[in-house]
Structures are given as structure tokens and as C-alpha cells.
Nanobody, 130 residues
Framework: EVQLVESGGGSVQAGGSLRLSCSASGETYSDKCMGWFRQAPGKKREGVAAIYTGGGRTDYADSVKGRFTITQDNAKNTVYLQMDSLKPEDTAMYIC???????????????????????WGQGTQVTVSS
């Protein structure tokens, strides 16, 4: 079982930046796909970004490309989401997720569908004001 704990959310004005962290514990950290999702009230959970922890692959939703960056620190078992040029429409609960995936991920990519992920954190709130 993988336990995921998010931190780093908060309130920021449009154009500002935040960095979210997701710390993983429990199972071996390597060879996982870690993803960030977001969900606003009344809306469907949306995949934002994902990373293959074995190295060499990241994927992003079109809505955040060029503004958000997902990175990892394997020594700390932590994945980060750097969010720049934030917009009011980025306001949501941001939730970390994980699923086992293998080296082929580097070539085939990481799905940002919530149904593909098995383990979930509790989330951290991000609010962007105009």
C-alpha cells in the first residue's frame, strides 16, 4: 500500500506561483507513475500532470502546459508540482495519486485519467484570486 501526503497549497493572486509537494511512503517508490489531479466543486476530477519515477517521462494536460512543471526527488520519495502564471480557473483541490507502471511508460506515455490511478492522497487546496 502506498500512502500519499500533499502539502504546499494556499491562496495566491493571479500570475503568482505555488509549489505543491507529495510525499510517498509504504511501498517501494521506484517504478511508479505519480500524478497530480485537481477537482473544483461541481466539476469532474481532472488530470494535470504525471511523472514516471523510473525516469524519462512526464505528461501534462493542455491547460497547464508551459505553466506547470512536475519533478521528483527520489531520495526524499517526493514529487513536486511547480505552478507558475496561475489563473483563477486553476482554483481547485489538488490531489496526488500513484499507480505502478513499468519502463514501457517512457515510450507510451502516462494516462491522465483518474481511473488509471490506484492510490490517492487527501488533497491540498489552491485558490487563485483575480
Amino acid at each position: 500500500e502506498v500512502q500519499l501526503v500533499e502539502s504546499g497549497g494556499g491562496s495566491v493572486q493571479a500570475g503568482g506561483s505555488l509549489r505543491l509537494s507529495c510525499s510517498a511512503s509504504g511501498e517501494t517508490y521506484s517504478d511508479k507513475c505519480m500524478g497530480w489531479f485537481r477537482q473544483a466543486p461541481g466539476k469532474k476530477r481532472e488530470g494535470v500532470a504525471a511523472i514516471y519515477t523510473g525516469g524519462g517521462r512526464t505528461d501534462y494536460a493542455d491547460s497547464v502546459k508551459g505553466r506547470f512543471t512536475i519533478t521528483q526527488d527520489n531520495a526524499k520519495n517526493t514529487v513536486y508540482l511547480q505552478m507558475d502564471s496561475l489563473k483563477p480557473e486553476d482554483t481547485a483541490m489538488y490531489i496526488c495519486a500513484a499507480v505502478y507502471c513499468g519502463p514501457a511508460t517512457v515510450h507510451v506515455g502516462i494516462s491522465l485519467e483518474a481511473s488509471m490511478f490506484a492510490h490517492w492522497g487527501q488533497g491540498t487546496q489552491v485558490t487563485v484570486s483575480s
